[in-house]
T-cell receptor, first 109, second 115 residues
Framework: GQNIDQPTEMTATEGAIVQINCTYQ??????LFWYQQHAGEAPTFLSY??LDGLEEKGRFSSFLSRSKGYSYLLLKELQMKDSASYLC??????????WGAGTKLIIKP | NAGVTQTPKFRILKIGQSMTLQCTQDMNHNYMYWYRQDPGMGLKLIYY???????DKGEVPNGYNVSRSTTEDFPLRLELAAPSQTSVYFC??????????????FGEGSWLTVV
């Protein structure tokens, strides 16, 4: 079966750095997405990785290792507004998105 | 910019009732999707469409029906509501599913409770 694993919840301090991990086992691979979802709202796109390595976009970076079936989302200089759930999703060989359950990130002052 | 619009935002249904969740997008996207998201769970694909007149089942299609008569509209029909269908429903669209081609744009969600 297809599976996406990510921690259920993480806590970090305002101004700090946090890394959210995602491991996957899917039928084929056509890219990995990270989405941010604030409570009661729709997911919004953060990043897309299809090649190994690090993609940096402002305070957010995403890393991919296809051989290890592993990705992480790195958030720097955390702000209170970063409190949200972070969803990892993998596009499989049929171009269908398989979604993880999400990691709820709690930011403390 | 409208993007993906879905209605209603909140609805309470009695067991056995029927209803339609409406979804429309104004971005001329070919691909449209319906997902459900249960508390603490990831998004589950119910149905999707690759263009007008074409629909296909996703991971959890039982109890639902869809139609795609136009590029813009993709309504989701619940025929006999059951408590297991209590969830948050998201409609989404994209230009294509090709990797890197586009991201998926989501509607604001519809909170459905079946009692």
């Amino acid at each position: 079966g297809q599976n996406i694993d990510q921690p259920t919840e993480m806590t970090a301090t305002e101004g700090a750095i946090v890394q959210i991990n995602c491991t996957y086992q899917t039928s084929g691979f056509n890219g990995l997405f990270w989405y941010q979802q604030h409570a009661g709202e729709a997911p919004t796109f953060l990043s897309y990785n299809v090649l190994d390595g690090l993609e940096e976009k402002g305070r957010f970076s995403s890393f991919l290792s296809r051989s290890k079936g592993y990705s992480y989302l790195l958030l720097k200089e955390l702000q209170m507004k970063d409190s949200a759930s972070y969803l990892c999703a993998v596009m499989d060989s049929n171009y269908q998105l398989i979604w993880g359950a999400g990691t709820k990130l709690i930011i403390k002052p | 910019n409208a993007g993906v619009t879905q209605t209603p935002k909140f609805r309470i249904l009695k067991i056995g009732q029927s209803m339609t969740l409406q979804c429309t997008q104004d971005m001329n996207h070919n691909y449209m999707y319906w997902y459900r998201q249960d508390p603490g769970m990831g998004l589950k694909l119910i149905y999707y469409s690759v263009g007008a007149g074409i629909t296909d089942k996703g991971e959890v299609p039982n109890g639902y029906n869809v139609s795609r008569s136009t590029t813009e509209d993709f309504p989701l029909r619940l025929e006999l509501a059951a408590p297991s269908q209590t969830s948050v429903y998201f409609c989404a669209s994209s230009i294509s599913t090709e990797p890197g081609g586009d991201t998926i744009y989501f509607g604001e969600g519809s909170w459905l409770t079946v009692v």
